[in-house]
């Protein structure tokens, strides 16, 4: 019981800490973007995931065995998935992507 407890008190610190930080990167700055993401389980799956939410194709830049990034196509927004690792998770493939904030123009991201 007291293992199922602390285990689920490590999974609230993580969600805590993973909104801060999608709070921190939504609102730092003067960016017109904020960062989108999610976990999948194969590479595969992220970069479809992310071509899926976003509905463009995906010019890659770097192509690593732990990690892919580009631009989505045509446009200057960044995305990326990498390879994570957890003891509790076990393997998986963080996917995020920036997209204009609500009220900001996809047009002042394309090239």
């Not at 999974?11 to 999610?38: D, H, K, N, R, W």
């Not at 194709?57 to 995305?79: C, I, M, N, Q, W």
């Amino acid at each position: 019981m007291e293992k199922a407890l602390g285990n689920v008190r490590r999974l609230a610190l993580v969600a805590v800490v993973s909104v801060g930080f999608a709070v921190v990167v939504a609102c730092g700055g003067e960016s017109s973007t904020i960062t989108m993401g999610a976990e999948r389980a194969t590479l595969a799956s992220c970069l479809a995931g992310i071509e899926s939410a976003t509905g463009f194709g995906l010019d890659v830049v770097t192509d690593k065995p732990h990690r892919v990034s580009g631009y989505l196509e045509g446009t200057r927004l960044h995305f990326g998935c990498t390879r994570r690792e957890s003891g509790t998770k076990g393997v998986f493939w963080e996917s995020w992507y920036d997209w204009p904030k609500p009220g900001a123009s996809l047009r002042e991201h394309l090239r």
